[in-house]
């Protein structure tokens, strides 16, 4: 469903579809979207990245990532 | 002597609880949560808003206060389940507000989903506070089920309706075995001191404090209105008559 040729692969971020470059990190990903990385959450395929794995773990087409935080709540 | 709350075995002075959402600014959270004295704030998890980069609100949650994530945007269990995990998972803590609702013009919780998660939850060693609606055998459930306390809503969150379920939280103070920690829809500390002097254990106050258009000052009077409500039931309440039964003595008067 989702291609890697090229330089570019797709993925899911937050329910939407988002074109990336390939070998794109989580931390890659954190850094396109200008995000604080220190209190962001990260799941990757429903997977919790750590803090400390955002460098070391690459996306390679067709996962579903979401980009969380901790907001105000009742 | 102290009057201690209890929830999952920890003990904090406080008896108001505090939510995070809907100030004008979230940099207002310190001064609210000192001023109010609460010990414990709710927050919630969301996806980030990729188009813009705010502060993150953990930056202006005073370090000593007891974080409560709550499961809100959840409409069953399995998503309340998989929502307190992530927030586990990501260093929130153990504890849990489970709120799960369907009914987006209410916001009534469903209890019977509310029963399900806390049940899977309670077991994988979470502190289960669930939000109901104030049902005696919804509770019994629950507690059954493992929660910490339970927390029944005097009226639609956000409403400031005040305490429009006032029976059935005192049948539910009268007979349940956990805290109770009225939830959603106080809106004046008259609301929180009518329950506090009923028996309830404590309060969850959001939306009375953030919509005032003195937050802090509200936030004060929410704090008095809790040790007020809580000391008038720890004293006992004199008895009620219709006749009236004079204050000062019947006889001596200075007649003729």
């Known amino acids: 469903m989702f291609s890697s040729k090229g330089e570019t692969m797709k993925i899911i971020v937050n329910g939407s579809e988002k074109e990336l470059s390939n070998h794109c990190s989580i931390s890659d990903l954190t850094e396109d979207y200008s995000l604080d990385k220190e209190n962001l959450i990260v799941l990757k395929n429903d997977v919790l990245i750590k803090y400390e794995q955002y460098s070391s773990v690459f996306l390679t087409g067709g996962e579903k990532v979401e980009l969380l935080s901790i907001v105000g709540g009742g | 002597?102290?009057?201690?709350?209890?929830?999952?075995?920890?003990?904090?002075?406080?008896?108001?609880?505090?939510?995070?959402?809907?100030?004008?600014?979230?940099?207002?959270?310190?001064?609210?949560?000192?001023?109010?004295?609460?010990?414990?704030?709710?927050?919630?998890?969301?996806?980030?808003?990729?188009?813009?980069?705010?502060?993150?609100?953990?930056?202006?949650?005073?370090?000593?206060?007891?974080?409560?994530?709550?499961?809100?945007?959840?409409?069953?269990?399995?998503?309340?389940?998989?929502?307190?995990?992530?927030?586990?998972?990501?260093?929130?803590?153990?504890?849990?507000?489970?709120?799960?609702?369907?009914?987006?013009?209410?916001?009534?919780?469903?209890?019977?989903?509310?029963?399900?998660?806390?049940?899977?939850?309670?077991?994988?060693?979470?502190?289960?506070?669930?939000?109901?609606?104030?049902?005696?055998?919804?509770?019994?459930?629950?507690?059954?089920?493992?929660?910490?306390?339970?927390?029944?809503?005097?009226?639609?969150?956000?409403?400031?309706?005040?305490?429009?379920c006032q029976e059935m939280i005192q049948i539910l103070i009268d007979q349940s075995s956990l805290p109770?920690?009225?939830?959603?829809?106080?809106?004046?500390?008259?609301?929180?001191?009518?329950?506090?002097?009923?028996g309830a254990d404590a309060c969850l106050i959001n939306t009375a404090i953030a919509s005032s258009p003195n937050p802090l000052l509200m936030a004060e009077a929410f704090k008095l209105a809790i040790i007020s409500g809580r000391k008038a039931y720890l004293a006992g309440l004199g008895i009620s008559t219709t006749n009236a039964v004079a204050s000062s003595p019947l006889t001596g008067y200075l007649n003729g």
């Open chain 2, 1 to 164: 002597m102290d009057d201690l709350l209890t929830i999952g075995g920890e003990e904090f002075k406080s008896r108001l609880l505090t939510g995070s959402g809907k100030y004008s600014s979230d940099s207002l959270i310190p001064e609210i949560s000192a001023l109010s004295n609460s010990q414990i704030i709710t927050v919630a998890l969301r996806r980030v808003d990729l188009e813009s980069n705010n502060k993150s609100l953990m930056d202006f949650i005073p370090s000593n206060m007891k974080l409560l994530p709550n499961t809100s945007g959840a409409r069953t269990a399995d998503e309340a389940v998989k929502i307190a995990r992530i927030a586990k998972m990501s260093g929130c803590g153990n504890w849990i507000k489970v709120e799960v609702i369907s009914d987006n013009k209410y916001l009534l919780p469903n209890g019977y989903e509310t029963i399900k998660a806390t049940e899977i939850l309670a077991s994988e060693g979470f502190v289960v506070l669930p939000y109901i609606n104030g049902d005696l055998y919804i509770a019994r459930s629950l507690a059954d089920a493992g929660a910490a306390a339970i927390m029944p809503l005097a009226s639609p969150i956000g409403s400031n309706r005040g305490i429009r």
């Open chain 2, 180 to 198: 109770i920690i009225v939830d959603a829809g106080i809106g004046k500390p008259s609301d929180a001191a009518l329950v506090m002097e009923m």
